[in-house]
């Protein structure tokens, strides 16, 4: 499988530019004007020396960030060939010693995944709006649709999200392959007007724009940040398009056609400092300018599409380790398992992206608010790809420290910067981000708790079976097979050991099923299903283990139907098998165990959970749920 997908072919490499750069891709259409925007509560006057100490330091920043951290590292950092925020926290969770340290790196991979949330947020709404916001070049007298008109693409974009990306997906690539053309092309007629900004490729002028002028550059960097948006996208979508694919993509056109679109504007601004005011739209010929927004808008859209899957998939892999209930998810493709909608996040997603734009009505405005999710993000990937180094690649110390010590000192003078706009829109990320992670850690905090209480209850499997064997009188035996979950095959499951001690009956065959979820994204078949007899092969009583990965869909029926009747006891009568769930009722208890209000944000974010027997894929109608009460 990793192999197959390490393979660039063209349809991936297409792909892989229709899908991952989207975010990136688009934000030359902001970064510049968001630098030299005369609102900004610390302007930076647009000067020659200041133009192309910007344009280095957004050169050498995309080269650092993006090409090293990225590209050069991060995508080594696969689990079992994917990527992304939960992948690097698996893979943190396995090779970190159990300890405090292991506890505050996870604490930091889950914030990361939390701040993923706040990006998905403004993500679409920036990149709309500075789309739409091109329009007033075109026809100024246009400038009052803009908000109107953003918000109408945004809500449609949202609703057909149900239907899936497939019907469209194919055109995502040719259309930012004409994307990153024509960006590339409008910067190299910029740069004829100005060669000399050619210079800026210097360290030099980062360097000393940063050291001369270090009052402009540290507030600049807030706005500069926003070129290295979407780099953790190049990560997430590892497993979709391969190493080489994404990688290919970036160095052969991405990379150039944004340095070209950069090089340009800067150019353009050197010309006539008036053209800071939209340095990008002005690049374009007046001719093209309606035709390069059309475009445009397409491209945000695209980005946005991306970054909204993205959060659907961050939300259903922190489920399947426990720091998310079980939402309901709907696959939305045949042929791709990782195409999957989620009802509950697309509205959320989509009222916030609303509020977001009516609220801030411009891209500038949005802009003080991305940078902060985005350097979190990136300085804690650092940070775990560090600790990862020295742990699971055995690099020494020395040589990590020379490494990461440039990439993480890059990475937290940008969220210093950053900070310097906490007032000013850079609260709402971290806002976004600290709500997340209180809910994730609280639910996994509440699962724990649960989960040892209902363990309690349902006492020591193997003794009920030895139990029930022994001194069986009273108890029925009714023809038929019984599918009860369970959380482990240590205790007995809540609706079995109800159904003998109240009902006074057990089914002729009965099968206890744990699905675990591993920390690889797929399980083999082969490794599907483990068989355990409890202690007796005559008894009509087995456990089955079934293991899933955490990109797949737990199908208790399906695995099941892949068990020989040797290791069964008996074939399995699953065309007709009863299915019985424990279902718990959560109160609020006396015991202090968690503070008052975490104990009812726990039961709250219960009611959010999906229903078990669509989530483990059971005959509804054969599907019996038992209730117990249990208080936290």
Known sequence: MTQRRDIARPGLVIGALGVVFGDIGTSPIYVMRAVFDPSDPHPVAVRSENVFGVVSLVFWSVLFIVTATYVLVAMRADNDGEGGIVALITQVRRWAVAGRTAAVLTGLGIFGAAL??????????????????GLEIVAPASAKLIVPLTALIIVALFLVQRRGTATVGHLFGPVMVLWFL???????????????????????????????????????????????TGAEALYADLGHFGRRSITRAWLFLVLPALVLSYLGQGALVLSDPAHAASPFFLLVPGWARLPVVVLATTATVIAAQAVIT????????????????RLRIVHTSASERGQIYVPWINWLLMVSVLTLVLAFRSSTGLAYAYGMAVTCTISITTLLLGYLAHAKWRLPLWLIAC?????????????SANLTKLTHGAWLPLLVGIVAFTI?????????????????????????????????????????????????????????????????????????VSVETEEVPRVSEDDRVRVDHLGYTDDGIIHATVRVGYLEPPDVPAALARLDPVDTEGALDLDRAAYFLSELELRPGADPVMPRWRRTLFIATTYLSTDSSDHFRLPRHRTVIMGSRIEI
């Open 182 to 228: 024509t960006i590339g092309t409008l910067g190299i007629t910029g740069i004829t007007r100005d060669p000399t900004i050619l210079r800026a490729l210097s360290p030099t002028y980062a360097l000393g724009f940063l050291a001369g002028h270090f009052g402009v550059a540290f507030f600049a960097l807030a706005a500069i940040v926003l070129a290295v």
């Open 440 to 512: 994730m850690t609280t639910w996994q905090r509440g699962r724990g708790l649960v989960h040892a209480e209902r363990e309690r209850r349902e006492g020591s499997l193997r003794e009920f079976i030895d139990q029930l064997r022994h001194h069986d009188s009273g108890i029925d035996t009714v023809d038929g097979t019984a599918v009860f979950l369970s959380r482990s095959k240590k205790t007995v499951p809540l609706a079995l050991r109800a159904n003998v001690e109240h009902n006074h009956v057990r089914h002729r065959q009965i099968v206890i």
């Open 403 to 415: 490494g990461a010590a440039p990439l993480l000192t890059l990475d937290l003078l940008f969220v």
């Open 116 to 133: 993923f949330f706040g990006d998905s947020m403004i993500t679409p709404a920036i990149s709309v709006l500075s789309a739409v916001e």
């Open 310 to 325: 993205g959060a659907y998939s961050v939300a259903a892999q922190a489920a399947r380790i426990d720091f998310l209930p």
